[in-house]
């Protein structure tokens, strides 16, 4: 474009200043070249505001729009999962795993000789007196519950990590 069409632009769509205004006003009346592509340009402006928009069909509007919708749906589920929070669970049940197959280890008779079972002795823990004076860890059906509780805890996080590697070489 060069700077008599910009000139005259900035003059139609009225974004050019009032001194600006006032010299192209007397260009025009003065010089033919400029009320030439004046009323060239005038007549194009005219037609520009006569062409009707078209419109996409309904059926589009409404896929995009739900894709739109879609799309925001997914947004708060991926951002209320705080990872730092999983990694803490996480950290704590190996920590509890980890004492209790280290206390494991220290309380395990070595000196037992040609026995096949190691003995280990578990810690003597008081209860509140509302309940039994039963020593729960003691009881085997529990630890055994508690241990499988906690290895299947770790294996669930295990295949989460294992997939979540997996997608990030795939993409």
Known sequence: MNSIEEQLWNYIDGTSTPQEQ???NVLIETDEEYRHQYEELLALNAEFASIELEEPPMAFTYRVMEAIRTEEA???LKASINKN???GLFGVFAFIIASVFIY???TINWSAG????ASFNLPDVKLPVSLPNKNILRSTPVLKAFIFFDVVF???FFDAYLRKQRAARQL
Not at 114 to 117: E, F, K, L, R, T
Request: hydrophobic content about 65%; cysteine-free.
């Open 114 to 117: 040609s026995s096949h079972a």
């Open 154 to 156: 770790g294996l669930f």
């Open 22 to 24: 006032q010299a192209i």
């Open 104 to 106: 494991a280890l220290f």
């Open 74 to 76: 997914m947004v708060p």
């Open 85 to 87: 929070i999983i990694r």
